[in-house]
């Protein structure tokens, strides 16, 4: 198993440093396992403000692909 040391990351929005959310793993198809983290801006207003444009960028690309 690779063993990466996680990176800072700051917020797209604020500029502020991400916080840990949450780790899960994953298991492909071919057996590989992928481990995911979560990292969210310590700012909960922030946050939702991101998720929401976040979104909004789904819908429009969902759109775009029928």
Same mark, same amino acid.
Do not use: Y
């Given at each position: #198993? /690779?063993? #990466?040391?996680?990176?800072?990351? =700051?917020? *797209? $929005?604020?500029? @502020?440093?991400?916080?840990?959310? $949450? $780790?899960? @793993?994953?298991?492909?198809?071919?057996?590989? =396992? *992928?481990?995911?983290?979560?990292? =969210?801006? !310590?700012? !909960?207003?922030?946050?939702?403000? /991101?998720?929401?444009?976040?979104?909004? #960028?789904? @819908?429009? $690309?969902?759109?775009?692909?029928?």
């Amino acid at each position: #198993m /690779v063993n #990466m040391a996680s990176q800072e990351t =700051v917020c *797209i $929005r604020c500029g @502020k440093i991400r916080i840990f959310a $949450r $780790r899960w @793993k994953e298991k492909t198809e071919k057996g590989s =396992v *992928i481990i995911h983290e979560e990292t =969210v801006c !310590p700012d !909960p207003d922030c946050q939702k403000i /991101v998720e929401a444009k976040f979104e909004e #960028m789904r @819908k429009k $690309r969902e759109l775009l692909k029928r």
